[in-house]
C-alpha cells in the first residue's frame, strides 16, 4: 500500500506538562506537611505519648483531606497537565490514607486520655463528646468518612449504581465542614499562634475556593457564556449515535482533541445526569461533537434529543491531547467505541501517524468511513485490526509488524480497560518509553 506523508514536524517538549503538574502537586503536599510539623513543635507536646500521636495524625489528616479537596477541584491548568483519570486516582489513595490517619487520631486520642483517667476508653469517648466542643462533630464526620470509605471499596463500587455512589460520595462535604469546625473548637495547634490559625484558615479556604472555582463557577460562567443547544442527532449504526452541539463563542472555548466532557442534556427526565463523552471531531469553533455507543439509559437516551435541546457542559477534562507529545509521529490506537478521542486526535496531530483500530467485525468499527477519509487527507496510515480477541492481535509482535519504528513514537491508546492493559503491557516488551505512551481510564470521582 502507497501511503502519502506529510514533512515530520520537530517538537521541543522540554519539560512535559504532566511531569510540572505531579511535581507541583508533590512539592505542595510535602511543604504544607514540613509546615505542619514545624506548627505541632512549637505548640509543645502532651505528657502522654498517645495523645501526641493523635493529635499529629489528626493534623495531617486534616491537611489532606484538604489537599483531597484540591485533586477533586477540577482546576484546569492541573487537569489539562495530569488528566482527571490520574488526580481522580490521587484522590482515591489519599481518601484512604485520611480514613487511616482519622481512625488513628480518634484511637490514640481515646486510649490516651483513658490512660490519664480512671475511665475506660468506650465511656472516655463519651465523655470527651460530652464536654469537649467539637469533638461530637469529629465522630459524625469519621463516621462519615467511614461509610464513604466502604462504598468506595471496588467490591461496593462495583455494585452501586454511579448516581447511589456519587450521591453518597457527597456527603464527604459535610465531612469536612465537620472536620474543621473540629479543629477550629479543639486544635490546640490550630489555635497555638496567630501564624498557626491564620496557616489553617488560608489551606482550608483555598481548598475550598478551588472546589467553588472548578466545579461550580467556572462551568457556570463558561454555561451562561457558550448558551449551548443541540442542533444535530444523527444515528452512525444501530446502536450509536453522534450528537452535534452549537453555542456562542465556540471558538474562545479551550477545548481540544482527546478531551471530554461531563454532559448534561436539560430534558425534563434527564437533566439531573452528567455522563462523560469524549469529542470525536477537534474543536472547530463552531461545533462540537460526541458520539456514544448504547451503554446504559444516558447513552441509549441520547438518540431521542430533539434540535434545540439545551446542554449544561462541564469541561473540557482531560490529558489526552497533543499538548504532551514528545515525538514528531504518532501511533493512535482505537479500541470499539474509544475510537471517538482518537478519531479527534487525528485531525489536530502532526507530523506521520499510524492509526490502528481494534474491532470484533468491520460491521462494529464506529466511524470507519471518516477515519479513512481523514487518513488519505493527512497522509496517515490505517490499520483496521479484526477478529476475536484470542489471539491477540495486538500482541507484540503484530504491533512491531504494523509499526517498525513504534519505540521512537508516541503512543496514545483509548479502548476497553482489557484492551488498553493487554496493549500497555506489549508496549512495555517493544520497549516503548513511559513518556511516550498516553491514555486515560474515565472514572469520576468527588
Same mark, same amino acid.
Given at each position: 500500500?502507497?501511503?502519502?506523508?506529510?514533512?515530520?514536524?520537530?517538537?521541543?517538549?522540554?519539560?512535559?506538562?504532566?511531569?510540572?503538574?505531579?511535581?507541583?502537586?508533590? =512539592? /505542595?503536599? @510535602? !511543604?504544607?506537611?514540613?509546615? &505542619? %510539623?514545624?506548627?505541632?513543635?512549637? *505548640?509543645?507536646?502532651?505528657?502522654?505519648?498517645?495523645?501526641?500521636?493523635?493529635?499529629?495524625?489528626?493534623?495531617?489528616?486534616?491537611?489532606?483531606?484538604?489537599?483531597?479537596?484540591?485533586?477533586?477541584?477540577?482546576?484546569?491548568?492541573?487537569?489539562?497537565?495530569?488528566?482527571?483519570?490520574?488526580?481522580?486516582?490521587?484522590?482515591?489513595?489519599?481518601?484512604?490514607?485520611?480514613?487511616?490517619?482519622?481512625?488513628?487520631?480518634?484511637?490514640?486520642?481515646?486510649?490516651?486520655?483513658?490512660?490519664?483517667?480512671?475511665?475506660?476508653?468506650?465511656?472516655?469517648?463519651?465523655?470527651?463528646?460530652?464536654?469537649?466542643?467539637?469533638?461530637?462533630?469529629?465522630?459524625?464526620?469519621?463516621?462519615?468518612?467511614?461509610?464513604?470509605?466502604?462504598?468506595?471499596?471496588?467490591?461496593?463500587?462495583?455494585?452501586?449504581?454511579?448516581?447511589?455512589?456519587?450521591?453518597?460520595?457527597?456527603?464527604?462535604?459535610? =465531612? /469536612?465542614? @465537620? !472536620?474543621?469546625?473540629?479543629? &477550629? %473548637?479543639?486544635?490546640?495547634?490550630? *489555635?497555638?499562634?496567630?501564624?498557626?490559625?491564620?496557616?489553617?484558615?488560608?489551606?482550608?479556604?483555598?481548598?475550598?475556593?478551588?472546589?467553588?472555582?472548578?466545579?461550580?463557577?467556572?462551568?457556570?460562567?463558561?454555561?451562561?457564556?457558550?448558551?449551548?443547544?443541540?442542533?444535530?442527532?444523527?444515528?452512525?449504526?444501530?446502536?450509536?449515535?453522534?450528537?452535534?452541539?452549537?453555542?456562542?463563542?465556540?471558538?474562545?472555548?479551550?477545548?481540544?482533541?482527546?478531551?471530554?466532557?461531563?454532559?448534561?442534556?436539560?430534558?425534563?427526565?434527564?437533566?439531573?445526569?452528567?455522563?462523560?463523552?469524549?469529542?470525536?471531531?477537534?474543536?472547530?469553533?463552531?461545533?462540537?461533537?460526541?458520539?456514544?455507543?448504547?451503554?446504559?439509559?444516558?447513552?441509549?437516551?441520547?438518540?431521542?434529543?430533539?434540535?434545540?435541546?439545551?446542554?449544561?457542559?462541564?469541561?473540557?477534562?482531560?490529558?489526552?491531547?497533543?499538548?504532551?507529545?514528545?515525538?514528531?509521529?504518532?501511533?493512535?490506537?482505537?479500541?470499539?467505541?474509544?475510537?471517538?478521542?482518537?478519531?479527534?486526535?487525528?485531525?489536530?496531530?502532526?507530523?506521520?501517524?499510524?492509526?490502528?483500530?481494534?474491532?470484533?467485525?468491520?460491521?462494529?468499527?464506529?466511524?470507519?468511513?471518516?477515519?479513512?477519509?481523514?487518513?488519505?487527507?493527512?497522509?496517515?496510515?490505517?490499520?483496521?485490526?479484526?477478529?476475536?480477541?484470542?489471539?491477540?492481535?495486538?500482541?507484540?509482535?503484530?504491533?512491531?509488524?504494523?509499526?517498525?519504528?513504534?519505540?521512537?513514537?508516541?503512543?496514545?491508546?483509548?479502548?476497553?480497560?482489557?484492551?488498553?492493559?493487554?496493549?500497555?503491557?506489549?508496549?512495555?516488551?517493544?520497549?516503548?518509553?513511559?513518556?511516550?505512551?498516553?491514555?486515560?481510564?474515565?472514572?469520576?470521582?468527588?
Amino acid at each position: 500500500m502507497t501511503t502519502l506523508r506529510q514533512p515530520p514536524v520537530a517538537t521541543h517538549p522540554g519539560v512535559r506538562p504532566s511531569v510540572v503538574g505531579r511535581t507541583g502537586l508533590y =512539592a /505542595v503536599l @510535602l !511543604a504544607n506537611a514540613a509546615v &505542619v %510539623a514545624v506548627f505541632f513543635a512549637q *505548640a509543645g507536646f502532651a505528657s502522654n505519648a498517645l495523645i501526641v500521636l493523635g493529635r499529629l495524625t489528626g493534623l495531617y489528616a486534616a491537611l489532606l483531606m484538604a489537599f483531597q479537596l484540591l485533586l477533586v477541584a477540577r482546576l484546569p491548568w492541573f487537569d489539562r497537565r495530569i488528566g482527571m483519570d490520574r488526580l481522580t486516582s490521587f484522590h482515591r489513595w489519599t481518601g484512604f490514607s485520611v480514613l487511616w490517619l482519622l481512625l488513628s487520631h480518634a484511637v490514640f486520642i481515646v486510649f490516651g486520655y483513658a490512660q490519664s483517667s480512671s475511665l475506660d476508653p468506650v465511656n472516655q469517648l463519651v465523655d470527651l463528646a460530652e464536654t469537649v466542643e467539637g469533638v461530637l462533630r469529629a465522630i459524625v464526620a469519621l463516621a462519615i468518612i467511614l461509610v464513604v470509605g466502604a462504598v468506595s471499596a471496588r467490591y461496593a463500587r462495583r455494585r452501586l449504581a454511579y448516581e447511589t455512589w456519587h450521591f453518597i460520595h457527597l456527603y464527604t462535604y459535610v =465531612a /469536612v465542614v @465537620l !472536620a474543621f469546625t473540629h479543629q &477550629v %473548637a479543639a486544635g490546640t495547634t490550630f *489555635a497555638s499562634s496567630p501564624v498557626a490559625t491564620a496557616y489553617w484558615y488560608g489551606v482550608w479556604g483555598l481548598a475550598l475556593a478551588s472546589v467553588c472555582a472548578g466545579r461550580l463557577v467556572l462551568p457556570l460562567w463558561r454555561n451562561l457564556r457558550h448558551r449551548l443547544r443541540v442542533t444535530e442527532v444523527v444515528p452512525e449504526s444501530d446502536d450509536v449515535v453522534s450528537v452535534y452541539i452549537t453555542g456562542r463563542d465556540l471558538d474562545r472555548l479551550p477545548a481540544r482533541a482527546g478531551q471530554f466532557f461531563l454532559w448534561r442534556f436539560l430534558t425534563k427526565d434527564r437533566w439531573w445526569q452528567a455522563n462523560p463523552f469524549s469529542l470525536s471531531a477537534a474543536p472547530d469553533g463552531r461545533t462540537l461533537r460526541l458520539t456514544a455507543k448504547r451503554a446504559g439509559d444516558g447513552s441509549a437516551a441520547l438518540r431521542h434529543l430533539k434540535v434545540g435541546t439545551r446542554v449544561f457542559a462541564e469541561g473540557p477534562y482531560g490529558a489526552f491531547t497533543a499538548l504532551h507529545r514528545t515525538r514528531p509521529d504518532a501511533v493512535l490506537i482505537a479500541g470499539g467505541v474509544g475510537v471517538t478521542p482518537i478519531r479527534a486526535l487525528l485531525e489536530e496531530l502532526h507530523g506521520h501517524t499510524v492509526v490502528i483500530y481494534r474491532v470484533s467485525t468491520e460491521r462494529d468499527a464506529v466511524l470507519l468511513d471518516e477515519l479513512r477519509d481523514l487518513a488519505l487527507a493527512r497522509g496517515a496510515e490505517l490499520h483496521l485490526v479484526t477478529g476475536p480477541p484470542v489471539p491477540d492481535r495486538l500482541a507484540p509482535r503484530e504491533l512491531a509488524r504494523l509499526v517498525p519504528d513504534i519505540a521512537d513514537r508516541d503512543v496514545y491508546l483509548c479502548g476497553p480497560p482489557p484492551m488498553m492493559n493487554a496493549v500497555l503491557g506489549s508496549l512495555r516488551e517493544l520497549g516503548v518509553p513511559g513518556p511516550q505512551t498516553h491514555f486515560e481510564r474515565f472514572s469520576l470521582a468527588g
